[in-house]
């Protein structure tokens, strides 16, 4: 008897608890994620485009007349309001760049990102880049001209060359209070953009598709967003389907080639677009010959060079010299070299590692790692 009025209080005690807990999370299900408030009567179900997440809104904050230009959910207190009419809600307003000095700070420390880490594979433009932090009137206002024309639905950045007195320029526009991880992502973009319009072939870039275009560009914001470790950033790159799913076969081009490959593909390759059916296909290029000799190979040929970076042949072969602006590269079994840069070989079941040592007029001479022994190579029309 006594035992039993002692260990009933306890037992209630805890059901009681347990309300308390289930009430508590029911109540926090129930609250408005913009006000706070406990939803009394219909409870609207919105996404925050930032994390992906819904959220439960009242409907007096679903009423709201303004929207979040970032993550497009009402703002009611704290926000901050942009010249061109656009809301920034107290959340993403601190981590936007909404000052124009530390925007075009960051655009140069962003290129000298991109130019320090892509070095070996890309040779940006030399030219000065002049770069404007612009409202989103004034950058859609870039594309009314012709042949500035655009298939992205949320225009982020833009970039121009502009010749002047033989003198190319470039102007970079980037739209105004974007997110810091965001900003730099654009502004790699960007970026990229110039150097295909310095390094690949003007007959290339009128072949290449226009989302194969956009996806190489994202491939090289995607991979700094890598190497910085800005993992947010690298889910919003993902999600922005703008290049048709391009950016996703870039991504495994990579992986699979590496950006040697892809960069060869840009500027050489057979196809307009990535294929979804043959990711070899990356490996298909093709040289043009050049009666100023820029660039000597007499044939299409297929890439030649493994996943693992083996190039599968019994002997080396040199297959084209290209030169730009004093840089020499050469084509040694379909795989693009410079000066210094090594390379796996095959030759019968083992596998040598060759250097690049000396590019000339019309031969290369490699060196054998191992065994120390130089060979020189002659085109193969000579």
Same mark, same amino acid.
């Given at each position: 008897m @006594?035992?039993? /009025?002692?260990?009933?209080?306890? =037992?209630?005690? +805890?059901?009681?608890l347990a309300i308390f807990a289930a009430v508590s999370a029911f109540g926090d299900i129930e609250r408005c994620a913009i006000c706070g408030h406990e939803i009394?009567?219909?409870?609207?179900?919105?996404? *925050?485009?930032?994390?992906?997440?819904?959220?439960?809104? @009242?409907?007096? %904050?679903?009423?709201?007349? !303004? *929207? %979040?230009?970032? @993550?497009? +959910?009402?703002?009611?207190?704290?926000?901050?309001? /942009?010249?061109?009419?656009?809301?920034? @809600?107290?959340?993403?307003? =601190?981590?936007?760049?909404?000052?124009? !000095?530390?925007?075009?700070? +960051?655009?140069? &420390?962003?290129?000298?990102?991109? &130019?320090?880490?892509?070095? =070996?594979?890309?040779?940006?433009?030399?030219?000065?880049? *002049?770069? *404007?932090?612009?409202?989103?009137? !004034?950058? =859609? &206002? +870039?594309?009314?001209?012709?042949? !500035?024309?655009?298939t992205c639905p949320n225009v982020l950045g833009y970039i121009q060359p502009v010749t002047n007195h033989a003198e190319i320029r470039y102007k970079m526009s980037l739209l105004s209070a974007l997110p810091r991880a965001e900003l730099k992502a654009v502004i790699a973009h960007e970026y990229s953009h110039a150097w295909v319009f310095h390094n690949v072939p003007a007959r290339r870039q009128k072949a290449l598709g226009h989302d194969a275009h956009e996806g190489f560009c994202e491939l090289i914001a995607y991979l700094l967003m890598d190497a910085q470790q800005e993992s947010e950033q690298k889910k919003m790159i993902l999600r922005n389907h703008y290049t048709r799913g391009q950016i996703d076969l870039f991504i495994e081009a990579e992986k699979r080639f590496g950006l040697n490959e892809i960069v060869d593909w840009m500027k050489y390759g057979t196809d307009s677009l990535l294929s979804k059916e043959d990711a070899n296909r990356v490996r298909n290029v093709e040289m043009q010959t050049s009666a100023q000799g820029i660039v000597k190979s007499p044939n299409f040929y297929p890439r030649a060079q493994a996943a693992t970076g083996v190039t599968d042949t019994r002997e080396l072969r040199l297959k084209g010299i290209q030169w730009w602006q004093g840089r020499a590269l050469a084509l040694i079994n379909n795989r693009t070299m410079a000066v210094g840069e090594e390379f796996r070989f095959r030759t019968g079941e083992t596998n040598e590692e060759v250097r690049c040592v000396f590019i000339g007029k019309d031969s290369v001479k490699v060196l054998f790692v191992k065994s120390g022994k130089e060979q020189q190579l002659f085109l193969e029309h000579r």
């Open positions: @006594c035992r039993e /009025l002692r260990t009933f209080p306890a =037992r209630l005690l +805890l059901a009681v009394l009567d219909k409870v609207y179900f919105l996404t *925050d485009k930032v994390t992906e997440e819904k959220k439960h809104i @009242c409907g007096a %904050c679903a009423d709201l007349p !303004n *929207d %979040c230009y970032l @993550c497009s +959910l009402p703002v009611k207190e704290g926000y901050v309001s /942009l010249p061109d009419g656009r809301f920034l @809600c107290a959340r993403d307003a =601190r981590t936007a760049v909404i000052d124009e !000095n530390a925007a075009r700070t +960051l655009a140069a &420390e962003t290129m000298e990102a991109v &130019e320090r880490m892509f070095s =070996r594979f890309l040779s940006f433009p030399e030219a000065s880049i *002049d770069v *404007d932090v612009v409202d989103r009137v !004034n950058l =859609r &206002e +870039l594309f009314k001209f012709p042949g !500035n024309d655009y």
